[in-house]
């Protein structure tokens, strides 16, 4: 059974940093490519930042572009979500997924897997 779990959501001060942890089983992970999606109330959900199966790849949503960082860690199957520079405009549902077929997407359609999703709450 295919498990996601992210980790490290919280409440932070704008300008401030998080990291998100999502921790995966079941699957061989380090064939898989990752990414984070974000969903906050009344809108659809968003495509935030990809990494492929190695880690030597990775695309970003313009609106993270230069603050957020995707990275991973095949040895621990975890991929993480540095965030940086945090907005009020960040606060949201943060979501891991899991894509097997292909090298990197940005598009939810492609994603096998899911996780639970984790809080990021940006307010002073």
């Known amino acids: 059974q295919v498990q996601l779990v992210e980790s490290g959501g919280g409440l932070v001060q704008p300008g401030g940093s998080l990291r998100l942890s999502c921790a995966a089983s079941g699957l061989t992970f380090s064939i898989y490519f990752m990414g984070w999606f974000r969903q906050a109330p009344g809108k659809e959900r968003e495509f935030v930042a990809a990494?492929?199966?190695?880690?030597?790849?990775?695309v970003y949503a313009d609106s993270v572009k230069g603050r957020f960082t995707i990275s991973r860690d095949n040895a621990k199957n975890t991929v993480y979500l540095q965030m940086n520079m945090l907005k009020p405009e960040d606060t949201a549902v943060y979501y891991c997924a899991a894509g097997r077929v292909g090298i990197i997407s940005q598009s939810p359609n492609e994603y096998d897997y899911w996780g639970q999703g984790a809080q990021v709450t940006v307010s002073s």
């Open positions: 990494i492929n199966w190695s880690g030597g790849s990775t």
